[in-house]
T-cell receptor
Framework: GNSVTQMEGPVTLSEEAFLTINCTYTATGYPSLFWYVQYPGEGLQLLLKATKADDKGSNKGFEATYRKETTSFHLEKGSVQVSDSAVYFCALSDYKLSFGAGTTVTVRA | EAGVAQSPRYKIIEKRQSVAFWCNPISGHATLYWYQQILGQGPKLLIQFQNNGVVDDSQLPKDRFSAERLKGVDSTLKIQPAKLEDSAVYLC?????????????????FGPGTRLTVT
């Protein structure tokens, strides 16, 4: 079946540091890939998506590229802010969303 | 535009008791989802409705969980009787009709969730 494996946390960074959260997937067919974010006290929100190989999703300074050859969709941000503190979920969809376990990121001023 | 509403936000019950959660999706969204998110794990789909019909309930523990979506709008998820392992956040999400060929995807909008603690 389809599954997503993402980097375990928690991750603690200083402001303006570079953030990478690794995500790899196993799937039959050609799923769409997503990163969701859950800020403290809020619901899950879609951060970015990519629907086919080599697509790059981007939003709020975050980027991720759909790499079919390595079955990966790593999330990156060049300079994090305190407001980026949240739980990040990698997910894939072939009609049904399958989520990774989530990575808690804390950014300190 | 109002988002997905859920209530209650928090619930504490004893094992073997029953509990119900309510969800009101975004207006006009035909598809409604219930997810279970256990601490330290990602959300897991329990059931998906298309209007008032069930599309997928393959991961719903039907011996104790039930869900309905009368009139194709609001939905309730019930657990009876609850077990300790049911402690989790229950998320409701909604989306427009998914349609089209392979790879078509519609965004799901999530509510704030209901945190259930079973003691």
């Amino acid at each position: 079946g389809n599954s997503v494996t993402q980097m375990e946390g928690p991750v603690t960074l200083s402001e303006e540091a570079f953030l990478t959260i690794n995500c790899t997937y196993t799937a039959t067919g050609y799923p769409s890939l997503f990163w969701y974010v859950q800020y403290p006290g809020e619901g899950l929100q879609l951060l970015l998506k990519a629907t086919k190989a080599d697509d790059k999703g981007s939003n709020k300074g975050f980027e991720a590229t759909y790499r079919k050859e390595t079955t990966s969709f790593h999330l990156e941000k060049g300079s994090v802010q305190v407001s980026d503190s949240a739980v990040y979920f990698c997910a894939l969809s072939d009609y049904k969303l399958s989520f990774g376990a989530g990575t808690t990121v804390t950014v300190r001023a | 535009e109002a988002g997905v509403a859920q209530s209650p936000r928090y619930k504490i019950i004893e094992k073997r008791q029953s509990v119900a959660f309510w969800c009101n999706p975004i207006s006009g969204h035909a598809t409604l989802y219930w997810y279970q998110q256990i601490l330290g794990q990602g959300p897991k789909l329990l059931i998906q409705f298309q209007n008032n019909g069930v599309v997928d309930d393959s991961q719903l523990p039907k011996d104790r969980f039930s869900a309905e979506r009368l009139k194709g709008v609001d939905s309730t998820l019930k657990i009876q009787p609850a077990k300790l392992e049911d402690s989790a956040v229950y998320l409701c999400a909604s989306s427009l009709d998914p349609s089209g060929g392979d790879g078509y995807w519609v965004e799901q909008y999530f509510g704030p969730g209901t945190r259930l603690t079973v003691t």
